[in-house]
């Protein structure tokens, strides 16, 4: 750190008696130079103290700025950013900041313009910031070490905040302390320790403030604190693009580039081009390709740049740009050779090839997957992104000269996308009651044996047909109530239930002040300690499947649905329920959906809507995922995936599934692989015989017309088109139960039986989990049917079915010669340790 001159002992005295500004007035920065030495003098006249100042400033395009004193200098392009040295940062009323002004090094005579201090012009005019109301988090550094002091200015006490802030290129951070520190490229990460999470009304971090080593004593790019910016000042947009220009132009295309804005308060994610005042197309780049134009006609475009919140900066300097005239050249250039692929992954493929000539220049590409124009390009290299994993896709290209001839089309490469996950899959699915009865909880899991958990479940609202977020626990007690799931939810448990040391993943426990608590909040810290873990919203389930056939029902019905889903989930806008949510405070917790509609055109749970239409509906809502998903990428960098839960009955795949379709859009197809047959808590299902629930094969003693098995729902599947690497075989945790069962010869199989077994909980008849059912039904001998390869065991009374190490080996093995994706199982909380050891094991 700096020594501190012993000349300012006396300012500093002053400064430490300092009232803190409410909002000054009557604020200057005078610049003065000589040379290349250049001065700011701030100056206070206002009647109360100026805690905490920038200036900020352009230069000529060249110019630098560097060796500053009494104070740190970064500069992103022409754009500068001075802040003071903490020994001048609050300056008294009546005061300025001489003898100890910010001085600092042009690289060329040349004097600062668009100059503000506190976002107001230095000469003191415009209007001042309000006072902070929040947190803030200042920033300091010297000599290789940082640091950043959290205040918080409300009135009430405020927990769980974390620092995200951009460093310039090549800036690296490390030894973190009072907190966890984490970088990806040039973006850094702050969370609190335990002990300094909560920031008292009027309080501060201090004396444990977060502190870390970093390469270079430079401020932050850009910085936020709980998504609002550190100094607690209002957003800025991004600065306006300039330098629009064409480059290259045809009958029916322009070829726009520009220079790059300079961020406001949050990163840049792109930039939309206008065709006078329509939307033409959106870049995340300085350059695009604007095609369907007229031949022959004027046009007008502008630029603006966007934030990772969509907020616009101003419309560049408007460009005119007339196309060619066709009837100037009617020679086609020639085929593109040699189109190879240089690189691809789950949802894209780069492709490559060698250039083609033309007597008037090639002017772009048209890159075709199929039939259809994937993506326009002016180079010999492209990605074609938007692709569904473990797909066959056929590439072409075709040359575009200026004047819109168009070439043959290359040679046609048949490239597969790479696989959802690398190996096999392992999707669990985490019920968000757990918590309660089954006294199970997110850092119960198992997680480095897995690759996806599947949070069940999200409901509809029943009126705006949007996706809920309930703070209810349901309508009624009784699970066959056909109004059960309206409006029902569990808030409680998914973001505002505090978990004690003893439930969290990292052993520490929730204030219970946080914004965000609950299974959510551990959610997150799994992702923090399992990196690679992919995290999704199930949507629906037996009990909130109600509305499923209303959001599909219109496209204008689908559209607003997944809005409000991508809002809620991916964008992470809960609801405030009891001191918790609020906007962002669940982003990058969920990587993106698992639908699970029990059942589309078929009936479910009572009362669930349903009708013939479900079938085509089903998949326009799918690919309505897979589109609004797509175009949020674009703001993110990340891409989202999108599940589902799908049935094992030929009747229901029949009424509600285009399978070979939806297989486009989909990244998993978790089949159900169990409850082929079941007592049902109510006994109403097949009380009165008993049944296998999940065998491999089909048993030749199965006395029902559909003979269900594994292998032939699965089939099912791979004929209609679904390709082997986007199934996951359904395994169960439980199992099913019936009593009053006469052994007929079969060890209780296919037998006589009188209803649902006593179940795991009251309501819950027929049913127990693996590791309840082994410990609580006496005298059950285990029975592994090898021909139809299912697990079963009897009392003399009771009969039960379930999968158990032994088949689990046998079904691992299975899917494994199929070249399916993995596994999927139902429910976490129904094992504690040995299924899912075996299914570990099972996919190695």
Not at 219 to 242: E, K, M, Q
Not at 290 to 318: E, H, M, W
Not at 763 to 777: F, I, K, P
Not at 815 to 838: H, Q, T, V
């Amino acid at each position: 750190m700096r020594r501190i001159p012993a000349l300012l002992a006396v300012l500093l005295a002053v400064l430490a008696l300092a009232v803190p500004a409410q909002a000054a007035t009557d604020i200057t920065a005078t610049f003065s130079r000589t040379g290349t030495s250049a001065k700011f003098v701030v100056a206070n006249a206002s009647t109360t103290a100026l805690n905490g100042w920038s200036v900020k400033f352009d230069l000529p395009a060249g110019v630098t700025a560097s060796a500053p004193q009494n104070a740190t200098i970064t500069q992103n392009g022409t754009r500068v950013t001075l802040t003071p040295a903490f020994y001048i940062n609050n300056l008294p009323p009546g005061r300025n900041t001489e003898p100890y002004s910010p001085v600092f090094t042009l690289s060329a005579a040349a004097d600062p313009t668009a100059c503000t201090i506190n976002n107001m012009a230095c000469d003191g005019t415009g209007t001042p910031p309000p006072a902070p109301t929040g947190l803030t988090a200042e920033y300091s550094v010297a000599g290789g070490a940082a640091k950043f002091v959290v205040r918080n200015h409300s009135a009430a006490a405020v927990s769980d905040w974390s620092i995200s802030f951009t460093l310039p290129s090549g800036v690296t951070v490390s030894n973190g302390q009072n907190g966890t520190i984490s970088q990806n490229g040039n973006q850094v990460t702050v969370t609190p320790a335990h002990y300094n999470k909560t920031v008292a009304a009027g309080g501060s971090t201090e004396p444990y403030s977060p502190a870390f080593s970093i390469s270079q004593n430079v401020d932050p790019v850009t910085c936020r604190i709980n998504n609002a910016n550190c100094d607690g000042s209002a957003d800025t947009p991004p600065s306006t693009p300039t330098g629009l220009a064409s480059p290259t132009k045809t009958t029916r295309t322009v070829s726009l580039q520009w220079n790059a804005s300079t961020p406001g308060s949050l990163p840049i994610a792109g930039y939309d081009v206008y065709n006078g005042s329509s939307l033409a197309g959106s870049s995340t780049t300085t350059s695009t390709i604007i095609t369907g134009l007229s031949p022959n006609t004027a046009y007008s475009f502008t630029v603006r740049a966007k934030d990772t919140k969509g907020t616009q900066s101003a419309q560049s300097t408007a460009l005119s740009v007339t196309t060619n005239n066709p009837a100037n050249d009617t020679t086609p250039p020639t085929a593109p050779g040699n189109l190879r692929s240089t690189a691809k992954d789950a949802g894209s493929v780069t492709l490559a090839w060698n250039a083609s000539t033309d007597n008037s220049g090639a002017a772009n590409y048209d890159v075709y997957v199929g039939t259809t124009v994937k993506t326009t390009v002016s180079g010999t290299t492209a990605v074609v992104s938007g692709l569904s994993p473990s797909t066959n896709y056929t590439f072409t290209v075709k040359a575009r000269d200026l004047y819109d001839n168009v070439s043959a089309a290359s040679n046609a490469l048949n490239e597969r996308t790479g696989d959802i996950v690398g190996g096999y899959a392992r999707v669990g699915y985490f019920v968000q009651w757990g918590i309660y009865g089954r006294q199970y909880f997110v850092k119960d899991m198992d997680a480095a044996k897995m690759t996806h958990v599947n949070y069940a479940f999200g409901n509809i609202d029943p009126v705006n047909l949007t996706c809920l977020h309930g703070v209810t626990k349901g309508t009624s007690p009784n699970p066959q109530d056909p109004n059960q799931g309206d409006g029902a939810g569990d808030a409680e448990a998914d973001y505002s239930r505090p978990m004690s040391a003893a439930q969290s993943v990292d052993g520490v426990a929730d204030s219970g002040w946080e914004p965000l608590r609950g299974n959510y909040n551990q959610l997150k810290k799994l992702k923090a300690k399992h990196p690679n873990l992919k995290v999704l919203i199930s949507l629906g389930g037996w009990t909130y499947s109600k509305y499923f056939s209303d959001v599909a029902a219109t496209d204008a019905a689908r559209k607003k649905f997944v809005a409000s889903c991508i809002d809620v989930y991916l964008k992470g806008n809960l609801p405030v329920y009891n001191g918790a949510g609020g906007p962002g405070t669940a982003a990058n917790i969920f990587d993106g959906f698992d639908l699970d509609w029990e059942w589309p055109g078929a009936e479910g749970h009572a009362g669930n809507h349903f009708g013939p239409q479900d079938k085509v509906n089903n998949t326009l809502l799918i690919e309505e995922f897979r589109r609004q998903m797509d175009a949020y990428s674009t703001t993110t960098g990340k891409r989202y995936q999108l599940t589902a839960f799908t049935p094992a009955d030929p009747a229901k795949i029949e009424a509600g599934w285009e399978l070979g379709r939806v297989a486009q859009s989909m990244d998993i197809f978790n089949v159900q692989g169990y409850d082929f047959h079941g007592s049902g808590s109510d006994n109403s299902w097949e009380p009165n015989r008993t049944g296998h629930q999940g065998n491999l094969y089909p048993d030749p003693d199965d006395p029902y017309t559909t003979k269900f098995s594994v292998e032939s729902t699965v089939q099912a599947y791979l004929d209609a088109g679904v390709p082997s690497r986007k199934i996951t075989l359904g395994l169960a945790f439980y199992g099913r139960g019936w009593q009053n069962v006469v052994n007929g010869g079969k060890n209780g199989e296919w037998q006589t039986a009188g209803g649902a077994a006593p179940g795991q909980f009251p309501e819950e008849s027929g049913t127990r989990g693996y590791a309840n059912l082994v410990a609580s039904v006496p005298n059950c001998t285990v029975f592994h049917d090898e021909v139809a390869v299912a697990t079963s065991c009897y009392t003399g009374n009771q009969w039960w079915t379930f999968d158990d190490v032994w088949s689990i080996q046998k079904k691992t093995a299975w899917l494994k010669s199929k070249n399916l994706l993995g596994a999927m199982f139902w429910e976490m909380s129904g094992d504690r340790g040995p299924l899912m050891a075996a299914v570990d094991a099972g996919l190695r």
